[in-house]
């Protein structure tokens, strides 16, 4: 029997276990063609059946009309910082960003490199931490801005968007979902985009997927390198060069698996259940662990909290480690506890982690 | 028994099987710590050890010393074609170029959009294909270049360099090894930096690796993205963002498959006896097959050769295809036949492809 713990990591994170054993046992010999995925040309029909595939289930588990292109692009997320406001901003454009977190602070950094930033709501407190999302009142939107940047779910912060953000009319909606693209469905014809570095709910580390409308295709700048154009990347297929195609195929499988689980509208009631059960505990011992953020705000995907002190988190974690439970620390820039409870996290690791912290807090509570 | 065929795709590539073999053994559980290498954070310990084997296994066998730095990027090889000048030629600096195929005039028209490209040598003929390697006397150098940009070896044309230009005093080389790097031991002093995409001789897509002379830093623009600083990678060990961990693993295997077999000087030796054996079955029937590349410029990684006719070169795949002898298409752009033979490449399968090339030839003749 294989050892698997409980793997409660931010991402790169847990996948399902199903996924990895097909991955395994076809990692020498991929569908009879004597070869692993890992050694097929990009433009083998053979690999391009996966990719093909992996774009259908996307559009069909999102439910995107034909206006959309499913792209697969290398670099991270972290690339589509730049490649955004480069498309966008180019010639002094104003793009609004919500800040609720790490990320979308770091996005708007880049944009500025390349066109007007209006901060629409920063929600850094004095120490530049990040505790609540913000409701549709308190945005301060641009009517004329090229587009309307926020990030769906702050997996360091632990704070989600329970609401999808209302733009003037005529501003497309981006989005930052990578760590909670298809947590559940929702409705895309507002998004001009979307993008999600796959490490977190997706697969592994190596592929970000751009959802792009085609009309955005239209407002991309010319004279900008051919890697950075959206353009380049639609007219390809994201077959302009040499695609990662194993971090797809794996993407793919996770898809699948979604698919026979029932879809978005199963995964969505399996995620609620999971994350229930873990703020169900801490909000049950409230002398012992404490959510350092607004409940409104809560994420479904990252669940953060503390101890009574810095050195009980400590043994909380070291101990949780030793009965299976791993990848418990929060965030080296927020301290704490994190459980990570993405789409693949099984309810059986959620019930585990239960068990143990109401163990840890009665005997130490 | 797992069914294998003889694979000569041009990339991605065949890869050593032990190397397969060991991926598929700790995918479910790596190194007992009960999750695959892909759920793993990119900054635990356990990975962190597989990131710094790969630079470590990189310096040792290309004899690097302490003034390189080795860095893993996404974005494929076709990302370092702008990242390169918009580091280098900010402020309207010039850069040299060797065009001798494809990828080197791709990565010119990328620098043209950051400052003035000159180009030391165009190989095109009229019909724009590449048959041969310019000599150093061949080459207009510009004594006041920020860099000297080739391509070690053309994967589509079927040439590759087998001396390494010198450039002007002062001047760095910067080249593009991405269909050739680790196939044998060179001086790497005279390069302030080299890249290759993982996915021919190195391991699977989804990586780049790029070595970096550390004064080469001081050099980069600022007010740039931060993903396209080198520095910015440089500083944070290729840790900025999440790397593309499973390729980076891989390739790790197969360094470490290159240092088992008797690091390069082995490799080299292998190298030259799988190609010495195709351009002998070429060579010994003139009246058959024809190379349509320059002799001294034969590329010792992608062999290229012709058939009387279209219609035989089809049959000819086909048959080979049918007898376990898979990737002998040529590029779509120039048609014909072609092997690569990367290092992963078994001289069992070269011999099977000699033996296929003489009986067709006998047969078809």
């Known amino acids: 029997m294989t050892h698997r713990i409980h793997n409660f990591n931010a991402g790169p994170a847990t996948l399902p276990l199903s996924v990895l054993e097909e991955v395994q046992a076809e990692l020498l010999d991929f569908k009879g063609c004597g070869m692993s995925i890992?050694?097929?040309?990009?433009?083998?029909?053979?690999?391009?059946?996966?990719?093909?595939?992996?774009?259908?289930?996307?559009?069909?588990?999102?439910?995107?009309?034909?206006?959309?292109?499913v792209l697969f692009l290398g670099g991270g997320a972290s690339?589509?910082?730049?490649?955004?406001?480069?498309?966008?901003?180019?010639?002094?454009?104003?793009?609004?960003?919500?800040?609720?977190?790490?990320w979308a602070k770091k996005a708007a950094k880049e944009a500025k490199l390349f066109g007007e930033v209006h901060i629409a709501h920063d929600a850094a407190n004095a120490d530049g931490k990040f505790t609540y999302i913000p409701t549709q009142d308190q945005l301060h939107l641009s009517p004329d801005a090229a587009y309307l940047h926020y990030t769906t779910n702050n997996t360091i912060a632990g704070t989600q968007f329970h609401y999808y953000p209302k733009a003037p009319a005529g501003v497309p909606v981006i989005c930052d979902m990578s760590s909670d693209i298809f947590w559940k469905k929702f409705d895309p014809r507002p998004f001009g985009l979307i993008y999600a570095g796959a490490q977190k709910n997706l697969g592994p580390a190596g592929v970000t997927m751009v959802i792009i409308r085609k009309d955005m295709l239209d407002r991309c700048a010319d004279g900008i390198p051919t890697m950075i154009s959206y353009k380049t990347h639609a007219d390809n297929d994201s077959l302009f060069n040499t695609a990662p195609v194993f971090p797809i195929y794996v993407v793919g499988k996770v898809l699948k698996w979604i698919k026979a689980l029932g879809g978005l509208g199963a995964i969505e009631k399996r995620n609620r259940e999971k994350a229930g059960l873990i703020y169900g505990a801490i909000d049950a011992n409230p002398d012992?662990?404490?959510?350092?953020?607004?409940?409104?705000?809560?994420?479904?995907?990252?669940?953060?909290?503390?101890?009574?002190s810095e050195d009980l988190e400590k043994t909380f974690i070291a101990e949780a480690k030793k009965s299976g439970l791993g990848g418990l620390k929060g965030h080296r820039s927020v301290g704490g506890c994190r459980a990570s409870t993405y789409n693949a996290m099984p309810i059986e690791g959620v019930k585990a982690l239960v068990g143990f912290m109401e163990a840890f807090a009665k005997k130490n509570g």
Chains 1, 2 share one sequence.
């Open 288 to 308: 012992f662990f404490r959510s350092p953020i607004q409940r409104e705000s809560r994420s479904v995907m990252n669940i953060v909290w503390r101890l009574p």
């Open 79 to 102: 690339t589509q910082f730049y490649m955004i406001p480069q498309n966008l901003l180019s010639g002094g454009r104003k793009g609004d960003y919500i800040v609720t977190g790490t």
């Open 38 to 69: 890992m050694e097929m040309s990009h433009r083998s029909p053979e690999y391009m059946e996966v990719h093909t595939e992996v774009q259908t289930l996307t559009s069909e588990l999102l439910g995107l009309g034909d206006d959309y292109k």
